[in-house]
């Protein structure tokens, strides 16, 4: 597993080793200040920022709108955004942001519970960047999963828009989404070249174990996932201690500590 990076710099980019692959899940941990006005993980086709490179997933959180935003983003055009799901973070909180890496989509866990799916619209094996930029503060970035054998890498490109399919059963883990279409708000410094989006609001190892649980937001039935410390073995994900990880120099003072996963949609449990 490769290191974590510690209390980046924000604006920050940072490549992803070995970049993206079913069963590998980055994770985010920070803390966005009381007077937050948004944010934005970007999982990006290189390290440009001006011009921006294309993007996998862009997640934006949104706190005057209360939603995340997810959309794309190739040759500096967005493509459809998704605003569905509410806002689950609250301004001056810590939080845990957990994205996985399937054969079709990125999912999303916030805090521990299933936020949302994104179906890959561009293939997951040119995501190579991280970049974060906004009103957040990150203490840990970790990167998570080992490399499958060469024999079980997914080679062919997965279909564009929907087509979700039901992924293999060994993996299965959260996936989120981010809002845009924002205007910089006064005194905040964003990352550089993000073209404006239309329509916006005028606001500037051993194996898993799978527990059925209750639905959570409507979202389908909820399965919880049991974590525990490990890395994620070759068929499917290990244990996960969703808490810890922080520097021990700038530990936030309050970190959500998680037991366990909810997620949403019975189609990938098939």
């Given amino acids: 597993m490769a290191a974590p990076i510690y209390n980046p710099v924000i604006p920050c980019v940072h490549p992803i080793p070995g970049g993206m692959y079913p069963g590998r899940m980055i994770r985010v941990q920070g803390t966005t200040p009381p007077g937050a006005q948004r944010f934005a993980i970007n999982f990006q086709c290189g390290p440009n920022t001006d011009p921006r490179d294309d993007i996998a997933l862009h997640l934006n959180f949104r706190f005057v709108e209360m939603c995340v935003v997810r959309n794309h983003l190739t040759a500096m055009n967005w493509g459809v955004e998704d605003t569905s799901g509410g806002m689950p973070l609250n301004r001056g909180d810590s ?32 995501i190579s960047h991280l970049t974060v930029d906004g009103d957040v503060m990150i203490q840990l970035i970790g990167f998570e999963g080992a490399q499958p054998p060469p024999q079980q890498m997914y080679m062919s490109e997965p279909p564009a828009y929907g087509a979700y399919g039901a992924p293999p059963p060994a993996y299965g883990a959260p996936g989120y989404g981010a809002p845009q279409g924002y205007a910089p708000q006064p005194g ?25 649980g209750p639905q959570r937001r409507g979202m389908g039935a909820g399965t919880a996932v049991g974590m525990g410390v490990g890395a994620l073995a070759a068929g499917g994900l290990a244990g996960y201690a969703l808490g810890g990880g922080f520097s021990s120099n700038d530990a936030p003072s309050e970190v959500h500590v998680v037991d366990s996963i909810d997620f949403g949609g019975d189609d990938w449990m098939d």
């Fill in 95 to 126: 939080f845990e942001a957990l994205i996985l890496c399937e054969p079709h989509s990125l999912k999303v866990a916030l805090n521990g519970i299933h936020f949302c799916e994104f179906p890959h619209r561009v293939p997951f094996q040119r």
């Fill in 188 to 212: 905040v410094q964003y990352a550089q070249g993000m073209p404006p989006q239309g329509m916006g609001p005028r606001f500037g190892g051993p194996q898993p174990q799978y527990v059925q």
